[in-house]
């Protein structure tokens, strides 16, 4: 069978590992928790794990418990934290496969517990309080009931004590500073009832950039370690490298007069006599339909507008006197040798994030790895 043309992406490993290095140098510390659920943010949580893993990365984290197992049967060794919503059906297999589950209401600490007595074992388990994300987490009043649990039951094995910013990547940290307060009565309480947590964790990528992390002794970082900032709101004082590059060919170009119509709707109309390439990537594939509207790609050092709406398979790009080569590809986002468009441009265009972008390329798009 020959070689579909379309879209692709390039993940560059060698940026993930100095991303990894240049965030460390920022913190003065090594104990990192880099998140790779959905995929790695879409850049492929296997290798993007496997890279991190042996270049001394420690802990992970995903959001369900079939994203863990899948690690571990890739040969993942590093300590795997599961964010989702705790389920009994997870407890035999999160001791079997060694993956560390989150307990973050008291019925789920009670369930672990009358399991944990009648099997003579216990899961490891990191134990989630809402600060103010109001999502997953125990209420600050059930404290001292969780405490007092685990503090007369010493079969379980509770590793990790942590929350979740809802603000920290924005301009305005005053509620995010006020989850820190909340977060440091829960430690303090914590003390009092004799518990030594592990793992104490609250940061996510833009409290790295926001907030001071000295209170904590793990750090979870997400969509930073894949080159991108969560929002335009936090310092950009790292020196980060975008991973994915998201490319598409050209399959066809044609020369079209002045006024001519493109795409669905007849929004875009040619201004003179243009070059119109037809690139081979749609919404399907993952390229956001609203980009159109202001909407760029890269090709030979320079940018070219998208011409008319996105479709699903196919976009059209003005080159206008210039005339591309057909089965020449365009840069849709990331960085090769000669453009460089940023994730966090489109997403602020059109109102988005890196993070719903990122994790949206998927249809027929292929995915290489590159060291």
Known sequence: MDKTIGPSVVIHINRLIKNYDQIKKKLSRSNLMIVVKANAYGHGGIACANALEKHGCKSFAVFSISEGIQLRDAGITSDILIFSKFNNSYLELAIKHNLILNISNIKDLMDLK?????????????????????????????????????????????????????????????????????????????????????????????????????????????????GAYPSNEVPKDIDLQPVMEFKAPIVEVRRVDKGTQISYGGVYKTEKESNIGVVQCGFADGIPRPWYKNGFVGYKGKNYKIAGRICMDQFMVNFEDDIPSQGDEVLIFGSNDYNSISIETIAEEIESTPYVIATGINGRTEFFYQN
């Open 114 to 226: 009358e399991f944990s007595k009648k099997n003579k074992k216990s899961p490891r388990f990191h134990m989630k309080f809402d600060t103010g994300m109001t999502r997953l987490g125990l209420n600050i009043d059930e404290a001292d009931e969780a405490f007092k649990i685990l503090s007369k039951n010493n079969e379980l094995k509770y590793e990790g004590l942590y929350s979740h910013f809802a603000t920290a990547d924005e301009g305005d940290l005053s509620f995010a500073y006020k989850q820190v307060e909340k977060f440091k009565d829960i430690l303090n309480k914590a003390e009092l009832f004799g518990l030594q947590f592990k793992s104490i964790h609250f940061s996510n990528s833009g409290a790295v950039l926001n907030i001071d992390q000295k209170d904590f002794n793990l750090i979870r970082v997400g969509m930073l370690i894949y």
